[in-house]
Structures are given as structure tokens and as C-alpha cells.
């Protein structure tokens, strides 16, 4: 990861999970990408916890030590206190894996910070087992959705949640009468600013027991997005101007959305869009498994955008509608660009590119170059 990466606040919100709470503050601070700091707010607790956080010494981790004031606020107060450029949400009964930071950056990048909302898969913690929370994963515009089916969108909870701070200033702080599931007043109003976006892979633990506010027998849900949830949600919807009412509680059709699985595909395509509006005559670089997928992804991509498909020893393969073509027997004239169809040998497609044809034609690099998505 470069230099370049934004820095992570963490923000941990505990009640009363003493048991629980150093597993989690730990899995913060053993990343394989450090966050800038993680925000420990204690929600009122009265059980060991407070004395858990007083013998904390590691200079990254902030305390914040409150009255009880439900979920809500403790959020409120560790997003006031804060300072990095996307924030991370983590309960204090679950815990994340090592590389959780590493990988949302590393879509926070190949999204080019283009997002309001980021969230990954979790593995469900029942005594013991372990298996995923969703076995397909959605992406897209969320709200757009909702406008149009009335549906509400499903989120993962807020071990999962990663938000850019520009985007969450604009819905802090959020209502204090979320005592709990303060992510779900969190999720649906930050995806009226744009795109969310889940990734596949499992990146957190969420732990099974018996006080799991989501779970609670005694919580009616049905009167909570009544008579919480849809209230604030409109009055939020009304002092942006938006004119839509929540009204009932359902989940999301998948059928508008984007499967995460396929998500790479989806921002492919469409980058692949912006290259031809740019470039219109393009030529595939590598006649290797990159382009047979990516041949399918296009599949329907009329043929006067793809000039050419070329390699260096060109298999006997039909990819484009067309053959693949000895690279040294090519004229570089014929495309306004090449594309290098790789997702890990940018490097050595380039030397090979330009060792034949010198810098003549722009190199695309379908994963990294700046086009706007």
C-alpha cells in the first residue's frame, strides 16, 4: 500500500462487553495496514470494562469514557473525535481479521475514492462455528433502488461499515433515540450521496450471543423501523429535499443491484466504456486467460472498438470475434491505444509494448489508470 493511502479511524462503541472488548481493540491495531488511531467509546459500561481501558497503553488507541447514552451517541462522539479521512466501525463484540484495512483500501483505490459507503462479508462466531453471513453480496445505488421498488436495502452491520469522512459529516450526528442499530439509520442515509459498494471476502468476525441487540427476542423490530427508523429517515429525506416516504419494512430485490461477485466485471465494463468514448480503436494486449474473460464480459461490444487482439506467441483461439495476431507482425497505427490485458503483469506487457512499438501509442492499464469510474 502506498504512502498515498488515506489515513483509518477506527471507531470501537462498547456497553458492558468486557469480556469481549480487548479481542476487538486488538484486532484494530494488528493490521496489516495500521490505522491512523482507534476510538475507544464506552457507552456508561459497568462491568470490568472501563477498568480494561484504563491500563491501555498503546499511544493509537484514544479513550473516550461517557454517561450511557445508547449506540448513537457513542458513535456521534467518536466520529467528533476523529481525525482520519475514512472511518472503520467496529462492535466491541466482534473482531477483524488482519488484512481488513489493507483490503478496503485496497478498494478504496481501485474505486478511486468514488463511494459513500464500503462493506465486507463477515463470518458468523456460533460456538465455535464459524460460516458467512451472505453468500451474495450486492453493489450499487442503493437508494435509486429503494426509490424505485420501495424496497429497503440490506446492510451487514457496523463491523462492516467503512464511510469516507466528507460523506459522514453530512449525516452526523445521528439521532440519539438510535439506543441500538444506529447502522441502520448510518447506512441508508449516507447511500443518498452515492454508490455502495460490498466486497465478498470475509473481513470481520460477528459474534453469536446472548445480547446481540439484532437478535434479541424481546426487541420488536417491526416497531423499531416504524416508529424509529422510517421517522428519522424522513425527516432526514425532508430536510434534503428529497420526496420519498419510507413506509414498510421489506429487504432489497437483488435483481437491480449489482452481485459483488461480479462487481469487478461491472466496473470493468464500464471503465472499458470510457476507454473507447476516449480512444475509440483499441487493441488487447495478451492472448492469454485475461482476455478469454474479459472477451466475455464484453460479449455484445461491437467489433469496430476492438481492432485488434495481440501476443507474442498468439494461441489458435478466437477472442473479440477475431484471431489473435503475432504481435511483431502488427501495426501500431491501426489503434488508438492498447490495452494491457492483465490483472498482474502490467509490467512486463509494458516493456514488451514498448520494446515493439516505442512510445508511439498510449498503454491502458485496465486496474490502476486514472479514467474516471
Known amino acids: 500500500m502506498t ?12 456497553y458492558n462487553y468486557g469480556s469481549f472488548l480487548m479481542q476487538a481493540i486488538e484486532s484494530a491495531l494488528n493490521q496489516t495496514c495500521p490505522p491512523l488511531e482507534v476510538i475507544v467509546v464506552d ?8 477498568a480494561l481501558l484504563q491500563g491501555l497503553k498503546d499511544n493509537k488507541v484514544k479513550v473516550i469514557l461517557k454517561e450511557n447514552g445508547g449506540q448513537a451517541s457513542a458513535f456521534n462522539a467518536g466520529f467528533q473525535a476523529s481525525q482520519g479521512e475514512l472511518i472503520a466501525f467496529l462492535d466491541s463484540d466482534d473482531w477483524w481479521m488482519p488484512n481488513k484495512l489493507e483490503e478496503v483500501l485496497r478498494w478504496h483505490a481501485f474505486l478511486k475514492g468514488d463511494y459513500a459507503l464500503l462493506q465486507h462479508n463477515v463470518l458468523i462466531f456460533d460456538e465455535g462455528d464459524t ?14 433502488h429503494t426509490i424505485r421498488t420501495g424496497e429497503l436495502a440490506y446492510f451487514l452491520g457496523s463491523s462492516s461499515l467503512v464511510v469516507p469522512r466528507d460523506i ?14 444506529a447502522d441502520a439509520y448510518l447506512t441508508r442515509t449516507v447511500y443518498t450521496y452515492g454508490n455502495a459498494y460490498s466486497i465478498p471476502t470475509p473481513l470481520s468476525y460477528y459474534r453469536k450471543h446472548g445480547g446481540n441487540a439484532v437478535l434479541e427476542k424481546n426487541v420488536d423490530h417491526n416497531k423499531f423501523h416504524r416508529e424509529t ?14 420526496d420519498y416516504r419510507y413506509k414498510t419494512r421489506d429487504q432489497i430485490c437483488d435483481a437491480d443491484l449489482h452481485p459483488s461477485d461480479f462487481l469487478m466485471r461491472f466496473l470493468l465494463k464500464k471503465k472499458f466504456s470510457e476507454i473507447v468514448a476516449k480512444y475509440n480503436r483499441v487493441a488487447f494486449f495478451g492472448g492469454g486467460l485475461h482476455s478469454r474473460w474479459f472477451s466475455k464480459i464484453l460479449n455484445g461490444y461491437k467489433n469496430e472498438h476492438i481492432v485488434a487482439v495481440l501476443d507474442i506467441d ?3 483461439e478466437i477472442f473479440f470475434d477475431q484471431p489473435v495476431i503475432e504481435a511483431r507482425k502488427w501495426d501500431a497505427s491501426n489503434a488508438d491505444a492498447i490495452i494491457l490485458s492483465t490483472n498482474s503483469m502490467q509490467d512486463v506487457l509494458t516493456e514488451r509494448c514498448r520494446a515493439l512499438y516505442g512510445n508511439s501509442i498510449p498503454l491502458i492499464d485496465l486496474y490502476t489508470d486514472d479514467l474516471h469510474w
Open 131 to 144: 460460516y458467512p453471513a451472505k453468500q451474495v453480496m450486492y453493489s450499487g445505488n442503493f437508494f435509486a
Open 229 to 242: 427508523l422510517f421517522s428519522c429517515l424522513n425527516k432526514f429525506n425532508d430536510k434534503r429535499g428529497i
Open 43 to 50: 457507552d456508561g459500561s459497568t462491568d470490568v470494562s472501563r
Open 3 to 14: 504512502t498515498q493511502a488515506p489515513l483509518v479511524s477506527v471507531v470501537i462503541n462498547n
Open 314 to 316: 498468439p494461441p489458435k
Open 168 to 181: 459522514l459529516a453530512k449525516i452526523m450526528p445521528i439521532p440519539l433515540s438510535f439506543r441500538i442499530s
